[in-house]
């Protein structure tokens, strides 16, 4: 790919971003999006056809983008526990410090609308096939231990995404309305970053 094309699918994807986590999908217009990054509405139909595959594509390289982060996450010596604590601990790294809009993105455009939250497992299991089912694994040992309740993986993983994503949602929130300070936000975290894994753990007791 050419320079001049590389700088326009950028110019159009960081764009496309944007504008879907300020409006949402469902109020996010191509053209809008074409404006934004000063190209012809006829260019991004060109690239990507449609706002569905420009959102999918925008969706995929968030998935890629985090693949480092969770490598070393399931080393053989982790309890069951300690994975979940240490993708709470990847997850923070990813979302809040670089995006902090991106939680309420995902509670609000992924987990309530079933299209796009089936294309994120999709896309989350194409990506992460070896990662996934060794944390499969580990929930279904912890099944037959009897440490944690009967719960189909599908249902677990969106568990752990919807609490951690309302707590971040509302403290992005209040962020926005009260004007408040980075340290009250850093220690709000925190909080919640605690609260959440008891949460979790207790919804997983039998």
């Keep these: 790919m050419k320079d001049n094309e590389q700088n326009t699918e950028k110019a159009i994807l960081e764009a496309a971003e944007a ?11 191509m053209l809008s999006i074409a404006r934004r990054a000063g190209v012809a509405h006829s260019m991004l139909h060109y690239y990507y056809r449609n ?5 999918q594509t925008i969706i995929t390289r968030k998935v890629q983008a985090m693949l480092p982060a969770y490598h070393e996450l399931f080393h053989p010596d982790l309890s069951f526990e300690q994975m979940l604590r240490s993708l709470r601990d990847a997850r923070d790294r990813f979302f809040w410090s670089q995006n902090p809009q991106m939680p309420y993105f995902m509670l609000t455009e992924i987990i309530s609308n079933r299209k796009n939250r089936a294309m994120l497992l999709d ?3 194409k990506a992460l096939p070896q990662q996934l089912a060794r944390m499969k694994e580990m929930l279904e040992a912890e099944i037959a231990r009897g440490r944690i309740r009967t719960i189909a993986f599908t249902d677990f993983m969106m ?3 919807t609490i951690d994503a309302s ?3 509302a403290i992005s929130i209040c962020r926005d309305v009260h ?7 850093e220690r709000l975290q925190m909080s919640y970053r605690e609260h959440n894994m ?5 919804a997983l007791r039998p």
């Design 123 to 125: 896309t989350l299991e």
């Design 51 to 55: 706002k569905e595959n420009l959102f």
């Design 167 to 169: 707590s971040l949602s």
């Design 179 to 185: 004007q408040l300070e980075p340290c009250i936000l």
């Design 198 to 202: 008891q949460l979790i753990l207790e």
């Design 159 to 161: 568990l752990l995404i």
């Design 19 to 29: 504008e879907f986590l300020e409006k949402g999908y469902a109020n996010t217009k």
